[in-house]
């Protein structure tokens, strides 16, 4: 018995261990080094135009208590770029394509006077060349530290760059701040503030604890007509020769009402039309959410349906980032087609807070065609958006007794419990749910049980 017990610990340990090697990670610069400007300053250097200080502003997760300061001033000039300079690394640094650049950022609303804001991490390598990873400047109201998770397999070379880096022998890194486009805006002055550059094999994410569900996302009965519909929804097309216009529609799969959007798609490639939600408060997707909705498309398209010819259902974050399910057949089809989105069908090329999404948008594109595309029009027909939501059940202990513990539950749904022991004399209860998880109790002398939890949209 002891030997067992001796090699099932050293398992657990090996398995510590491994987990360890794979959640690695390489601290770059976090600036808890410096006790002072003048010690930041004589290791990072930046030009002309900006001044760095140290910083007593940190991220609440972050680890330590200094960041570093960019106060820049950016004069109308095109392209204007401030460029701040790393100190050469102690040893070259080798990056895995399957890794991430990682790094917290505050942004500054200001960079909105630019038309183009944009942050970049430049890497050299030991012999000149050197590529890039960016993302817009954040430009949020609400000064709030963010997350940069860049792929490593994502860098580009700049075009004033020899070539791309060799990505196992990186010897400097360098910030690059574009601070405006061609033609340039007003002159302005921002702070930025920057920590935890760091190399991972995992995104950095921490997001919010998850809100709870939202069973309806529209089901078009609360807009009087398509005025009250465009003040919670907004047009957002792929070129301007594409418009898109909403009505509400009638008859209609559920209630009275359905949204008919008529898409005039403009000439040549990936013409698309959408309507966007306004913002909500946040609602989760569990893992096991199947989205549901009703669609029926314009068979006008059919002859020129191809591969770009799509229905898309995206869900976005409160970073922006999306989450989508697309299809293709329902566009062309004249009768009304109930299109199932099962969560494991969503696809998404971030990083997603689906425990804090805030926004949802509509989307057809009508094909990929050529450069010779003609105009056409399609009308298109959606009605009750929902998610259902299988609950989960579960016997955990509680104490020395047993419980039935029941998740992933609709407040203000009603459930139905039944409980057997032989299969013979079910047992039923109705419920309303008063949060998304609830307990049941389990008898003592109860030594066989079988439950089912369901309800009915
Ligand atoms: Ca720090
Ligand atoms: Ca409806």
Redesign the pocket.
């Known amino acids: 018995m002891s030997a067992t017990s001796k090699s099932l610990y050293l398992s657990m340990l090996c398995g510590g261990l491994m987990v360890a090697t794979a959640g690695a990670q390489t601290m770059i610069e976090n600036f808890e080094q410096y006790a002072s400007d003048a010690d930041i300053q004589a290791v990072w250097h930046p030009d002309v135009n900006a001044t760095i200080t140290l910083s007593s502003y940190v991220a609440d997760h972050s680890w330590g208590s200094n960041s570093m300061r960019v106060a820049v001033s950016m004069p109308a000039l095109a392209w204007q770029t401030t460029v701040i300079t790393g100190p050469a690394l102690p040893a070259p640094m080798s990056l895995a394509p399957t890794q991430y650049i990682t790094l917290r950022i505050v942004g500054d609303p200001r960079f909105t006077n630019a038309s183009y804001q944009q942050f970049f991490i430049y890497a050299w390598d030991g012999k000149g060349n050197f590529g890039r990873w960016g993302a817009a400047v954040p430009t949020t109201t609400l000064s709030s530290w963010q997350i940069f998770n860049f792929p490593v397999s994502s860098v580009t070379a700049p075009s004033d760059s020899p070539g791309l880096p060799d990505l196992t022998n990186i010897v400097e890194f360098k910030f690059y701040i574009y601070g405006q486009g061609d033609p340039a805006g007003a002159a302005f002055s921002a702070t930025i503030y920057l920590d935890e550059f760091q190399v991972r094999d995992t995104p950095l994410t921490e997001f919010p604890p998850q809100s709870s569900i939202r069973a309806k996302l529209d089901?078009?009965?609360g807009y009087a007509n398509s005025t009250a519909f465009l003040g919670f929804y907004r047009y957002l097309n792929g070129a301007p020769t594409t418009v898109t216009t909403a009505s509400l529609s009638t008859p209609?799969?559920?209630?009275?009402?359905?949204l008919k959007l008529s898409i005039d798609f403009g000439a040549g490639q990936w013409p698309w039309g959408s309507v966007v939600s306004g913002t909500v408060a946040p609602f989760a997707l569990p893992t096991n959410t199947v989205v549901s909705f009703w669609f029926k498309g314009d068979p006008a398209l059919a002859p020129v349906a191809d591969d770009g010819t799509v229905l898309r259902l995206s869900f976005y974050d409160q970073g922006g980032n999306a989450i989508h399910f697309s299809t293709s057949a329902p566009v062309t089809s004249s009768v009304w087609t109930k299109v199932e989105a099962p969560f494991n069908q969503f696809w998404s090329s971030s990083v997603v807070d689906t425990g804090n999404l805030v926004q949802w948008q509509l989307l057809v594109e009508g094909w990929r065609g050529t450069p010779d595309s003609t105009p056409l029009s399609g009308n298109f027909y959606i009605?009750?958006i929902r998610g259902a939501f299988p609950p989960s059940l579960g016997v955990v202990h509680q104490g020395t007794d047993l419980q039935l513990l029941m998740n992933n539950l609709m407040p203000g749904t009603w459930y139905t419990l039944e409980l057997t022991t032989n299969f013979l004399h079910p047992v039923m209860y109705s419920f309303p749910a008063n949060s998304s998880s609830e307990a049941w109790p389990v008898l003592p002398e109860q030594t066989t049980g079988f439950w089912r939890l369901y309800y009915t949209p």
Not at 252 to 258: D, L, N, T, V, W
């Open positions: 089901d078009f009965e209609a799969p559920q209630g009275a009402k359905a009605d009750d």
